[in-house]
């Protein structure tokens, strides 16, 4: 818009609205008295044959009221920004007023949420009221990724299984929250090659109890116990510090077919969980956390 | 302003000085309906506010909370249809009134002529009947003035207060509104509303319907011929005058007199009658003394002044009563048979499909069950439409009384539902009581 905001435009439009108004006033009074032939004049139309209406002047407070819309407008243009980059003796603005609107809204719903603050998450688990509330700020927040019930979708964790990827005590899942996460599993395709990455794959879904073919589950073991252990350990129980997931339960992030697992270990995964604390203050997270925590039933 | 020669141009002001208009006092069978009616819609404004249903006001609309109570019924922000359809019935309504019986609204019901009635007489109370009001105006100064003056502005002012909060307490529940310390923004309506009373009731008047009233402006559209009006019969009234040889008006003005728009009904029927028969009553007083038959001036019709017989049954009657008998008669039955629940379904939309297990996949939804009555209630939730279709979890839920809740629903359909969408139905149910059940369609993915 910085085009349009330099000082020429701003007077011409200034100009425009001034002329404008003051033509109103003249034209007003030019228009105020009239030239007939006689009184009782009709306007000269007839409708439904013989129906015909008076010329009749207005009554005064009419025009009075024109003039005071003029009053008006000139009263409005010092107290508001109107004229070119006039800012109004108000000093009242657009993005002043949202801001005083979201003051007063935190005044007022602030306390709802600060109630709960210093409530420990074992009892707010048991409060309906709390879970209520912590309800809705998921479904504001998170359900668009973690689904409207919280158990996920492929790609997007699922809270309802405790099944924890960075940890599932307190602290730790207000920073997930409030800090957001990114959860990077690297490539392996190029280094383990087509057959190394199928066998890998294999020995994965046998941690988990899935079928799988007992001569390549021993070859991808080697493989598994060289490439993987830094991470998902030697047990595959994974490592919450660097979110790495547990390969030994039923829980599966982006799938647990093959071809699914062979992809993920081709060309890696990288989530993100993104931060909330912009948008989500303490005693909201807190309420939130309680709210993720009794999913997990 | 004195008439010109026609061909002469002169100069002549658009904006004229309004000439008040006193009223004089009326009595008769028009006025005592008038009165009737007065009674009868204040008695219904000024009390109706206090009347209590089921432990709360009866009629209140609550539009911070969004619900408006009338009686029994609640209405919610999805039920604006009822409030469309009531403005389409008044409406109609009016047209057809119109057509048959002329302004019969603006001279009996209408609140601009029921508070300009209310205040003229306190005025008439307080300051007397047309000439003594004249003759007060009149003069100059006078502690006596002063006081009569003072005197009307106060009652009419606090009438106009009482009306304001009376108005305002159909929107704030009226024992609130006086017992405890009103909002500001209560305050500014009760005192606006109120404004708006003393100022259209006392000052402006008959100037409301000249020239504010946009019915008063395109009710001749609906009139015709067999539209009852008020009419003077000129026929047996002209020549007017006293002594032989005149007709029956012997030209003693109270017609005018007592005309609330200042008009003359002598001249023929104008848009500033608002049909409110207050120069009958007085025309039939006056007949009545010099002992000729009443009604030299009339409720009648065009056709009928002309020798006609006059129609009441005519095309514009029929449509206007079939159409109003068609829409009353639908929302009578629409009223009675809605069910005091609403579901809104709102299928998760990034969570597409995902499969649990059992290879069975599963769809996310939140229900959104709002319980439209005063009691709480619990639902159940089933679904239909698939091989295999269940609820998954508990399909039960409380909901507190004229509440609302989100609900989030897991739906499992069998690992053999082909991939693509499919319709599917939600059913949901109030617990224990019959006929409380809505069916909401939705959509089932499988990729």
Redesign the interface.
């Known amino acids: 818009m910085s085009e349009f905001a330099s000082g020429v435009w701003d007077l011409y439009i200034a100009l425009v609205t001034i002329v404008s108004i003051v033509a109103c006033a003249v034209f007003l009074k030019s ?10 004049e009709t306007t000269g139309h007839t409708w439904d044959e013989d ?1 015909a209406e008076y010329n009749n ?7 009075w009221l024109f003039y005071v819309t003029i009053v008006f407008s000139l009263i409005y243009l010092v107290l508001y920004p109107g004229l070119g980059t006039w800012p109004g003796t108000l000093g009242w603005s657009q993005v002043g007023q949202l801001k005083d609107e979201q003051s007063r809204a935190e005044k007022q719903f602030g306390p709802i949420y600060q109630k709960f603050a210093t409530i420990d998450v074992e009892a707010l688990k048991k409060n309906p009221e709390a879970l209520a509330i912590g ?2 700020l998921f ?1 504001n927040n998170c ?12 790609g ?1 964790p699922n809270l309802t299984a405790a099944a924890w990827q960075w940890g599932g005590d307190v602290k730790t899942i207000k920073t997930t929250i409030a800090e957001g996460r990114t959860g990077v599993m690297p490539p392996f395709g190029a280094s383990l090659g087509e057959q190394g990455v199928k066998n890998v794959a294999q020995y994965v879904r046998s941690l988990s109890g899935l079928t799988a073919d007992s001569i390549r589950v021993a070859l991808g073991k080697d493989i598994y116990m060289q490439n993987c252990v830094a991470c998902h350990g030697a047990d595959g129980k994974g490592n919450p510090a660097l979110g790495a997931p547990n390969l030994t339960d ?1 829980n599966w992030l982006h799938g647990s077919t093959e071809p699914v697992v062979i992809e993920t270990i081709t060309k890696g995964r990288t989530s993100q969980m993104p931060a909330h604390k912009t948008v989500l203050d303490e005693a909201r997270i807190h309420l939130l956390t309680a709210y993720v925590l009794s999913l997990s039933k | 302003m004195k008439l010109n020669d026609a061909t002469a141009l002169h100069e002549q002001s658009l904006y004229e000085v309004r000439r008040k208009i006193y009223p004089r006092a009326v009595h008769g069978a028009f006025a005592a309906w008038r009165w009737t009616l007065v009674w009868a819609t204040q008695l219904v404004f000024y009390g109706g506010a206090w009347v209590t249903w089921n432990d709360r006001q009866a009629v209140l609309f609550d539009i911070a909370h969004r619900k408006f109570y009338l009686f029994g019924l609640v209405f919610w922000p999805q039920d604006i249809i009822y409030l469309t359809v009531l403005l389409i019935i008044s409406a109609l309504a009016l047209f057809l009134f119109t057509a048959v019986a002329g302004r019969l609204w603006c001279g009996y019901a209408c609140p601009q002529t029921v508070y300009t009635e209310i205040f003229i007489w306190i005025e008439r109370a307080i300051e007397g009947d047309r000439n003594a009001r004249m003759r007060l105006d009149k003069e100059g100064f006078s502690f006596t003035k002063l006081f009569l003056k003072t005197a009307k502005h106060a009652v009419w002012l606090a009438l106009a207060l009482w009306t304001g909060i009376t108005f305002v307490g159909y929107f704030t529940p009226i024992r609130e509104l006086v017992t405890s310390a009103p909002g500001a923004w209560e305050t500014f309506w009760a005192l606006f509303y109120g404004f708006a009373t003393y100022g259209n009731a006392g000052w402006m008047r008959e100037q409301v319907c000249k020239y504010m009233c946009p019915y008063a402006r395109f009710q001749s559209a609906m009139f015709d011929k067999d539209t009852l009006i008020i009419t003077y019969d000129r026929a047996r009234g002209e020549p007017r005058g006293k002594g032989t040889g005149k007709g029956d008006c012997i030209d003693c003005s109270i017609c005018v007199q007592v005309c609330p728009t200042g008009i003359d009904i002598r001249d023929g029927l104008q848009y500033e009658c608002i049909g409110c028969a207050a120069c009958i009553d007085g025309c039939d007083q006056v007949m009545e003394k010099i002992g000729r038959p009443k009604k030299l001036i009339r409720y009648s019709t065009t056709h009928a002044m002309e020798g006609r017989p006059t129609r009441i049954f005519r095309p514009r009657v029929l449509v206007y009563s079939a159409i109003l008998a068609l829409i009353a008669a639908a929302t009578a039955a629409s009223l009675y048979l809605r069910v005091p629940l609403k579901v809104d379904v709102i299928r998760d939309r990034a969570a597409i499909a995902r499969e649990v297990e059992g290879g069975l996949i599963e769809n996310v939804y939140r229900l959104q069950i709002m319980n439209t009555t005063e009691q709480a209630r619990a639902f159940d939730i089933n679904v239909t439409g698939l091989p295999g279709i269940l609820v998954w979890g508990d399909n039960i839920t409380g909901v507190p009384a004229a509440e609302t809740r989100m609900v989030p629903v897991r739906v499992r359909v069998d690992a053999a539902v082909p991939a693509g969408s499919h319709p599917i139905e939600f059913t949901v149910r109030a617990l224990g009581v019959a006929g409380v059940e809505v069916h909401e369609s939705a959509v089932f993915i499988v990729r």
Do not use: I, T
């Not at chain 1, 002047?57 to 025009?63: D, G, I, N």
């Open positions: 228009q105020s008295v009239r030239k007939v032939r006689a009184e009782g129906l002047p207005l009554p005064k407070w009419w025009s309800q809705k479904l359900a668009q990724c973690h689904a409207s019930d919280g158990a996920g979708s492929r997007f039923k």
